[in-house]
């Protein structure tokens, strides 16, 4: 008999793109969706990326090497120099994306049954490609009260068994923003240290922080067999659609591992490694890296003043990457509220698109009263897409409330 494995069967689609058939939808019926749901910024990618792109002189069109090009490396190890992250071109592996980093992290360290410590919410594709490689998600639980900072160590430490592999984290985070402080990841790096695990730090938004700088885990010296960093220019350069990104460790049989699983992949895309080769080398590629987070940054206080004007919302100002993780204690099913805004809500023509909270946690039964709003979108959109989202709320509570009292 035919069928599909268990492990994908298990596997829910991302709550990011779940909903995207009904915004198709909506717009086939001529309404305007604006686009909260997805972490894919509106921002030109700098021209020095798209010149290389062009320029790039090829013949044939080869599999690069299967680790990178090596002037890919070495331009991404300067990168990080300039960041103080001393890395060397033993260390640094180009990936597809910042995806196929953490997918081969995990690969590389867990066995099937080994289980990975997560703060949560999380990116939920950490929990489709944990299942795909067997692993069990362990939620570190953390509270929108406390700005989704982490909790005292010692409880973090309760959830390690002899299973327990890898503490696997963005930061900052998407979806929360928080930002976590050197104290925090030191505190992870401890536990690492003293239990034998694998940290798996996943560093795309590192320069947009609006508060405070992001601690690389590549900073703590004394945790270099256990640190994997992995990183994508996805979110810095606006240059999603490049699928370059990377894992860097300086575990020798971590990189050989991962080495494999390069070679049966095969290689990343040329065009876009050597896109970014020009880009760090053009003089002005900390300014305009510097242009977009100042972009980021005036958004999220944009949209967090925004979301103030919504009765009964609750959420905390984070500190850096571009969502928002918003409670709204009024609704106790975020899907269908999301679904609703897009199929059965419009205001002048308008709605809008969220991404619903509860598969950004492996817990059951939490998220199911909030979403995750993304800040990818010029100011005066986001203001129009709260009033909007705000106006949606209205009606789906006032709707329901008449179906409950009939
Ligand atoms: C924390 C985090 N890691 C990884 C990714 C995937 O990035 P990439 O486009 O480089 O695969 C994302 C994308 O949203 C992300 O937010």
Excluded: W
């Excluded at 503490?167 to 930002?179: A, E, K, W």
């Excluded at 730090?201 to 640190?227: C, K, N, V, W």
């Amino acid at each position: 008999m035919l069928s599909i494995s268990d492990r994908v069967k298990s596997l829910k689609g991302s709550p990011i793109r779940r909903l995207t058939p009904f915004a198709t939808a909506a717009k086939k019926r001529g309404i305007h969706v604006y686009h909260l749901n997805i972490g894919q910024p509106d921002i030109p990618t700098p021209a020095s990326f798209m010149e290389g792109v062009r320029n790039a002189k090829i013949d044939v069109l080869s599999y690069s090497p299967a680790m990178g090009i090596a002037e890919t490396i070495d331009a991404m190890v300067g990168y990080y120099a300039e960041l103080g992250i001393s890395l060397t071109r033993d260390d640094v592996i180009v990936t597809i994306g910042g995806s196929e980093a953490f997918c081969f992290a995990l690969q590389a360290t867990c066995n099937p049954g080994d289980e990975v410590l997560i703060p949560e919410p999380f990116y939920p594709n950490y929990m489709g490609h944990s299942i795909m490689n067997g692993n069990r998600v362990v939620p570190i639980r953390t509270r929108i009260e406390d700005g989704f900072h982490l909790p005292p160590m010692n409880e973090i430490e309760r959830l390690i068994t002899p299973k327990t592999k890898a503490i696997l984290f963005s930061n900052p985070s998407n979806p929360t923003g928080v930002g976590y402080t050197h104290a925090e990841i030191e505190g992870l790096v401890k536990l690492a240290l003293k239990h034998g695990l694998y940290v798996i730090s996943d560093e795309p938004y590192r320069e947009l922080m609006y508060e405070g700088e992001a601690t690389s885990i590549m900073s703590f010296p004394e945790a270099s067999q256990h640190a994997i960093l992995v990183d994508s220019i996805s979110k810095r350069l606006s240059a999603c659609g490049a699928r370059i990104g990377c894992l860097a460790t300086r575990n020798k049989d971590v990189h050989a591992a991962v080495n494999k699983l390069c070679q049966i992949r095969l290689s990343p895309p040329t065009f876009e490694q050597l896109g970014l080769v020009a880009f760090l080398k053009d003089k002005n590629h900390k300014r305009d890296i510097a242009g977009i987070v100042r972009k980021f940054h005036a958004r999220r206080d944009t949209l967090f003043d925004a979301l103030q004007t919504i009765p009964g919302v609750v959420c905390r100002k984070p500190e850096g990457a571009f969502y928002i993780f918003v409670q709204f204690p009024q609704i106790d099913d975020s899907e269908a509220f999301a679904k609703y805004l897009l199929t059965d809500f419009e205001t002048g023509g308008e709605t809008v698109m969220v991404a619903p909270g509860a598969d950004f946690y492996a817990t059951p039964g939490r998220g199911t009263n909030e979403v995750r709003v993304a800040y990818v979108l010029e100011e005066p959109k986001l203001v129009r897409a709260v009033e909007v989202l705000k106006a949606g709320l209205a009606t789906y509570v006032e709707e329901k409330a008449g179906v409950a009292a009939r």
